[in-house]
């Protein structure tokens, strides 16, 4: 089936969110839907309690197209299941023309163009940008309505079955992490008073990603040496971009971001507590330009359970409240030096890790099979768009 080609700016409006600044937030009033948000409701928000302007008003259901953020996460196009609430900047309210395209198929069909947009972007390999005119400018194809709607209901059947097994990881990661609690407590409220430290004084060293004028754009290679930028980090594992690397040439002059088995890799900026321990296959890859890493004192912190910590609900929410920006929020060496650290006796943590082998393989065997969906998932999108299911 041929379908006709038509640009995003004949069949849809782009609203762009409001600038609100940290004055503006409230404690109480209509939520603020920010670029960290369209990742999962359960986010934290901040609150806006002045008058709703309507153009940045947010209804459930509707389309919205963040086009500033980290590839592989927020970037992207995502229909809102919250309520009413308002737009921060940095993320578009879609509004299409429905007799002509249906909000789910615009969705797929921007989102499987997400490579088209980076590609276009402005911004570091982290954080992109792209401009309303590369959005308006994508050519999507636009069958019929029912078809549209007979085509989204098999991808969205298909997404479901990624989502179950995403669903799946986080299940085992709140099983690690209800071990965690039951032994240690809350790492923030620290119940159990363990010791704490400041973890500049647990760690050997902290180092912050180069910086852009160390590493620039065209510096990237295909099949170079690998560096974890946080996109790269999910779910505790690391998944490298083969088309993220340096060349053996670049990698000699950024020896000061080198990792070793037992670093703590942290991304710095957007969604807060996202990290991962090197092993012995990442070994000698680099920090990338949004990430940090952590060299823990092995005699004082356990690189697992200083993960965890970083890791866990309270700590993602107290890492929001201390990161620095509006639109996306950072980290820096300073942050993090003075986050407190419980340090229960190192006999406990290593018993912790202990335990925790067993789920590891189931883990680690979900990780595998999820990667398979995702593949399976793109083939299935391909296939639709060429008029092929």
Request: charged share 20%; net charge neutral.
């Amino acid at each position: 089936m041929n379908m006709p080609m038509v640009s995003l700016k004949n069949v849809a409006n782009f609203v762009n969110g409001k600038a609100f600044k940290p004055t503006d937030w409230s404690e109480e009033g209509i939520p603020i839907i920010r670029i960290q948000n369209l990742n999962g409701l359960d986010k934290p928000y901040n609150y806006w309690a002045g008058p709703i302007d309507k153009e940045v008003h947010v209804k459930r259901n509707d389309l919205l197209l963040a086009w500033s953020g980290t590839p592989g996460t927020s970037f992207g196009a995502h229909i809102w299941r919250g309520g009413a609430a308002v737009l921060n900047q940095h993320i578009f309210r879609v509004d299409l023309k429905e007799n002509l395209v249906t909000k789910e198929w615009a969705k797929f069909v921007i989102n499987a163009q997400l490579s088209t947009l980076i590609g276009m972007a402005h911004g570091g390999v982290g954080l992109k940008h792209v401009t309303k005119g590369m959005v308006e400018g994508l050519e999507i194809p636009v069958p019929p309505l029912p078809e549209q709607r007979r085509i989204a209901a098999i991808l969205d059947q298909a997404d479901a079955l990624r989502a179950k097994r995403r669903e799946a990881l986080a299940q085992l990661d709140s099983l690690t992490q209800s071990i965690f609690i039951e032994m240690f407590g809350d790492p923030v409220s620290n119940p159990k008073n363990w010791s704490v430290k400041p973890l500049s004084e647990c760690a050997e060293r902290i180092q912050i990603g180069p910086f852009g004028t160390q590493l620039h754009e065209e510096d990237y290679i295909d099949g170079g040496i690998p560096l974890i930028n946080p996109t790269h980090l999910r779910g505790g594992v690391i998944s490298p971009d083969s088309s993220l690397t340096v060349s053996p040439e670049k990698y000699t002059e950024l020896s000061n971001y080198y990792l070793l088995t037992g670093d703590l890799i942290m991304g710095r900026r957007g969604e807060m507590g996202r990290c991962a321990v090197i092993t012995n296959r990442e070994e000698g890859w680099l920090c990338g330009t949004g990430s940090l890493f952590v060299r823990p004192k092995t005699d004082v912190l356990s690189p697992i359970y200083l993960g965890l910590v970083i890791s866990s609900p309270s700590m993602r929410r107290f890492l929001e409240n201390l990161a620095q920006g509006v639109t996306m929020a950072n980290l820096n060496k300073t942050i993090v030096g003075g986050l407190p650290i419980a340090v229960p006796p190192m006999a406990m943590q290593q018993a912790f890790v202990s335990q925790l082998n067993a789920t590891q393989t189931i883990k680690n065997y979900s990780l595998n099979s999820s990667a398979e969906l995702d593949t399976l998932f793109a083939s299935l999108q391909h296939r639709a768009f060429r008029g092929e299911l």
